[in-house]
């Protein structure tokens, strides 16, 4: 008999499972805790479930995580993980330290559908959505491998546009924050879209207290249209719109991310353009330093234009970060890696 895997069933899941075996209710919690918080994952070591339901378990079932076939490691310290799924399809995961503290990095889907140019996940194509198991799969491998201080902070901004994939990030973000799961605060978690604006309302309204990070990276329709296809279909107006009411409705400044590419977006009035945008809104703006991706018509600003175009929007913005790209040695950005893999 196939035994079917546990892994992204949520506490009620369980509890379901456990009342389906006519047991208590409370065996669900017991047996969610010794998964995620405890990782152990042999049936037969979960002390405080009856013998009897210990066998039953290690019949039907297993909780089988995620295995790197690649990864890479950055002088910086920034790791990679390529993995390969049950269907063939590739992920990628990427752990970046901030001093004393790490950032995972995760993906939602396997590819994406919405082909920004100047991204390599994009110049895949779509295969399909991560199931919570393959999402949490991700940071139990971290774990594992790290331990509990593995990561600090989680970011799903790896491959895939999450709020594509909206009902399993949720079923896996509630694991993750789970005091009996991986007992990550939402408040560490955030969620990072190119502009899907009914997701945005929707999980504006959710009640997660997750932080939404927004991909702007340029502030004119005419402008993100000729790099990100999704600014067909919503607007710059729209999307600025559903950040404002994401920020009022949580309390939460919304992160603008504003990927800088050379020649592209780093003009003056580029800059005046994003000031304008943002403006009422609680938020910051992430300028990110683009990683070059070969064969793409992009290249990284030089410091003298970076220092250019913050110096512009210092004055007429609440609040101006600038990101170093990690990784640049090991391909760090999304997709990268998983594009040589399939490449090769
Ligand atoms: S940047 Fe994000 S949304 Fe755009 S193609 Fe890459 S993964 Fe998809």
């Known amino acids: 008999m196939k035994r079917l895997n546990l892994l992204g069933n949520t506490v009620s899941d369980l509890e379901n499972l456990m009342l389906s075996f006519g047991e208590k209710r409370y065996q669900g919690r017991r047996l969610f805790k010794w998964l995620y918080q ?36 950055s002088v910086d310290g920034t ?16 752990l970046i330290p901030d001093g004393e503290k790490r950032t995972a990095c ?50 799903f901004m790896g491959m895939g546009e999450p709020l594509l994939n909206y009902d399993n990030m949720v079923k896996a973000i509630e694991i993750i924050s789970s005091e009996i799961g991986l007992s990550v605060s939402a408040r560490k978690i955030t969620v990072s879209t ?36 999704i600014a067909n279909k919503f607007g ?15 309390k939460k400044r919304v992160t603008f991310e504003y990927l800088l590419i050379g020649g592209y977006n780093d003009s003056r009035q580029d800059a005046i353009d994003l000031s304008r945008v943002i403006q009422g809104i609680p938020c910051k703006i992430n300028v990110i330093l683009y990683n070059p991706v070969t064969g793409l018509p992009y290249w990284r600003p030089i410091r003298d234009e970076v220092d250019y ?7 007429r913005a609440p609040a101006v970060t600038i990101r170093k790209s990690r990784g640049l040695d090991i391909a760090a950005a999304c997709g990268q890696l998983a594009g040589k893999y399939i490449q090769n």
């Open 236 to 250: 710059v107006r729209e999307l600025a719109e559903a950040a404002g009411y994401f920020a009022g409705k949580r």
């Open 79 to 94: 790791e990679k993980f390529l993995f390969r799924l049950s269907d063939e399809a590739v992920i990628e995961s990427v």
């Open 38 to 73: 405890s990782l152990q994952h042999d049936f037969s070591r979960m002390t405080d479930l009856s013998q009897e339901l210990r066998e039953v378990l290690a019949e039907r079932y297993t909780f089988a995580g995620l295995e790197p076939v690649n990864s890479a490691r």
């Open 194 to 229: 190119v502009g899907i604006v009914p997701g945005i309302y929707q999980l504006a309204d959710s009640g997660l207290k997750v932080n939404l990070a927004v991909s702007l990276h340029a502030a004119t329709d005419e402008k993100r249209r000729k790099t990100m296809p």
């Open 309 to 315: 175009f913050t110096g512009i929007l210092y004055p």
């Open 106 to 155: 995760i993906s939602s889907q396997a590819g994406c559908a919405l082909a920004c140019s100047f991204c390599s996940t994009g110049q895949m194509g779509f295969k399909r959505n991560l199931i919570p198991g393959e999402i949490i799969g991700q940071l139990l491998f971290l774990r594992e491998r790290y331990g509990r201080g593995a990561f600090h902070n989680i970011v």
